[in-house]
């Protein structure tokens, strides 16, 4: 998904009228006016220029107006800073300047010296094709909105609007858009204005297909060929599309929007959920062997959102403040259960055999359970965790590798366990497949506004519990405290047992020596080791260079066949350079601690387990 210290008694009210500003404590009356116009005079220097035509509430004109930048925005948990690209802010009422000051990082304060009509204007970098960042270069721009464009302070819930002034000879489109030339929009919140991630180019290319009498627009920008995979591309999304729709019935929109990029730079990969888009980033071309399914399995995923996430929410996923990182306990289920259904659909919709699918969950458990921080971290601190390990930066070295497991796949692990024990105590009657489809349709469908965001509410924990109860006619509480909020190991065994299938272990090397190299660099600089390995456990440490083991010296070539010579429990002279000095360290080798993971056929496998089996893969 950056993420000032005061003395307490002298500044408790300095503090506490900082905090109102920042949360955006809500202003009298909704503005006349808030007018968007983003230009791109200059493309090559990755500038867009961006100004905010203003009409405050009729009355009494507000002495100042604040302007702020987010910090994230939707779908990417951790901190961005946007306002670390903003350059050349002015403020202006006709052809007269009105004074202006940065009060903090994000936060612009305007002096209306009492006029009612004023325009901001600023610069906006961006140079980095992304699901949460903008790009803007000689042959095409793209934002996704947050990283762009201020919101007045306590008039986010305002209707807004945005103008596009396009290079000559490009085009502009999103989510919203009714027409393929258009270039004014209109929004009736800045949240909603924030979430359409718009192409700008003269060369992307779009294909249409209805199903279920709903219409899909699935937009491509190549930099390089295609390979004619283009057809096969809108072919198979719209059996993903299909299968996604018979589990959750209609979709709440009547347009949808795919807006592929195929970058060719070997490094721009992303995906990002929408309310009536996605925008699925590769760093390839849609020629090359393997994109097609990547895309596709990134598709899954990101159109699983349009229920979940998007429409059923945790309660801290709209609207938002934007001055603090998102805290939910819920991405677990927003994330991994969308990661969960992302694969079981391409099952579903054909794309995969049950041999496919049942290969990418051994991947997944192999991930979650050879990662040290799955023994630390519940699915529910690691939700809470997202500020720190959703793709983020971080200048300070960490312990998050030893300590943390990501809330995608541990989330992706829960969803399969629970679907498994739901089927299995209700003789496969019901699934998790019902407890989704009951929470959206209560808590989205049919629930009260909580507020101007969206329909209905968004959910808690709490609520989450008790549905899997409802669904599964037994309490699920214990399960919850146990294996989601707690660490206990999944209770894999019993769960795959009712479908007929359990889970083979096997040790992916004789031993354990705990050591890790860094992946560049020429020399043996050992990487952050795993606390509980045998390296650590012996006193070496992160930084060590390796010189000699056994009392032979050794390279990158061959310092691991080095270590192959002994098995546990054997005890190794190991020579590092540590801080210019040499150091001797006696290593005992362990036991191996890494596993693969291989989902066979029980013996006698029951034809009740099958027909649960096929329940499950096929969702019929």
């Keep these: 998904m950056g993420r000032v210290r005061v003395s307490f008694a002298a500044s408790t009210l ?3 009228t900082l905090a109102l500003v920042l949360i955006g404590t809500p202003q009298s009356g909704a503005f006349t006016r808030i007018s968007y116009t983003l230009s791109m005079t200059r493309p090559t220097t990755h500038l867009f220029e961006v100004s905010i035509a203003l009409q405050t509430p009729a009355g009494t004109v507000p ?11 939707p779908g990417r948990y951790s901190n961005a800073d946007f306002a670390k690209n903003v350059q050349e802010f002015s403020a202006s009422t006709g052809s007269q300047p009105l004074p202006f000051e940065k009060i903090d990082s994000q936060t ?3 002096q209306t010296r009492g006029n009612r009509t004023f325009n901001v204007a600023y610069k906006v970098f961006g140079n980095d ?5 903008a790009q803007l270069d000689g042959t095409h721009g793209n934002f996704n909105g947050g990283e762009i464009f201020m919101y007045v302070v306590g008039h986010k819930r305002d209707a807004v609007d945005l103008r596009i002034q396009k290079p000559s000879g490009w085009r502009a489109i999103n989510g919203s858009s009714e027409t393929l030339d258009q270039a004014e929009w209109k929004y009736p919140n800045y949240e909603i204005l924030i979430d359409n991630p718009t192409e700008i180019g003269p060369d992307w290319t779009v294909d249409e297909f209805t199903t279920g009498g709903k219409k ?3 937009v491509v920008h190549s930099r390089g060929p295609e390979g004619g995979q283009r057809p096969a591309l809108v072919r198979d999304l719209r059996r993903i599309v299909e299968a996604e729709v018979e589990m959750w019935g209609p979709p709440d929109f009547d347009r949808y929007t795919f807006l592929y990029h195929f970058a060719a730079d070997n490094k721009s990969f992303d995906g990002m959920e929408h309310l009536v888009s996605t925008q699925i980033i590769n760093g390839g071309n849609l ?9 596709l399995e990134d598709s899954a995923h990101e159109f699983f959102h349009v229920w979940n996430v998007k429409r059923l929410r945790p309660a801290a996923l709209g609207p938002w403040d934007w001055t603090r990182p998102a805290n939910t306990k819920s991405l677990w289920i927003a994330e991994g259960l969308t990661q969960y259904y992302g694969n079981l659909m391409m099952r579903r919709a054909g794309l995969w055999d049950d041999r496919r699918y049942l290969s990418e969950l051994e991947g997944s458990l192999e991930y979650v359970e050879n990662s040290p921080g799955v023994q630390l971290m519940s699915a529910v601190d690691a939700s809470l965790a997202a500020p720190f390990i959703d793709s983020a930066v971080h200048r300070q070295q960490t312990n998050l590798s030893n300590t943390s497991v990501t809330y995608y796949i541990k989330g992706e692990l829960v969803g399969v366990v629970m679907d498994l024990t739901i089927r299995g105590r209700t003789n496969g009657r019901q699934s998790l497949d019902d407890v989704l489809r009951q929470m959206y349709d209560e808590l989205y469908v049919k629930a009260p506004n909580a507020s101007y965001y969206l329909k209905g509410r968004g959910y808690s924990e709490e609520d989450f519990v008790r549905f899997m109860s409802q669904v599964s006619r037994t ?15 999944l209770p894999y065994d019993a769960a795959f047992a009712v479908v007929g299938l359990r889970l083979e272990k096997i040790a992916e090397d004789t031993m354990s020596t705990g050591i890790v190299i860094e992946r560049t660099g020429a020399g043996l600089r050992l990487a952050a080791l795993p606390t509980s390995g045998a390296a650590a456990r012996s006193g070496l440490q992160q930084g060590d260079q390796l ?17 192959e010579r002994y098995k546990p429990g054997d005890r190794v002279k190991v020579q590092v350079e540590r801080y210019g000095r040499t150091v001797d360290v006696d290593l005992v080798i362990a036991e191996p601690d890494r596993f693969s993971y291989r989902l066979e056929d029980l013996p006698d496998v029951s034809a009740e387990a099958r027909r649960l089996r096929a329940g499950w893969l096929s969702g019929k």
Excluded at 475 to 489: C, K, L, N, S, W
Excluded at 547 to 563: D, E, K, M
């Design 14 to 16: 300095a503090v506490v």
């Design 63 to 73: 002495a100042n107006v604040d302007l702020q930048m987010p910090m994230w925005q």
């Design 108 to 110: 612009w304060r305007v």
């Design 129 to 133: 094709l992304s699901g949460t960042y």
């Design 216 to 218: 899909y627009r699935v």
């Design 287 to 295: 020629g090359d062997p393997g994109v097609l399914g990547r895309m």
């Design 475 to 489: 309490d699920m509480q214990t399960f919850y405290d146990r294996y989601i909020q707690g660490v206990e190991p």
């Design 547 to 563: 010189v000699s083991i056994g009392g032979s010296l050794v390279t990158r070539a061959n310092w691991q066949a080095a270590l």
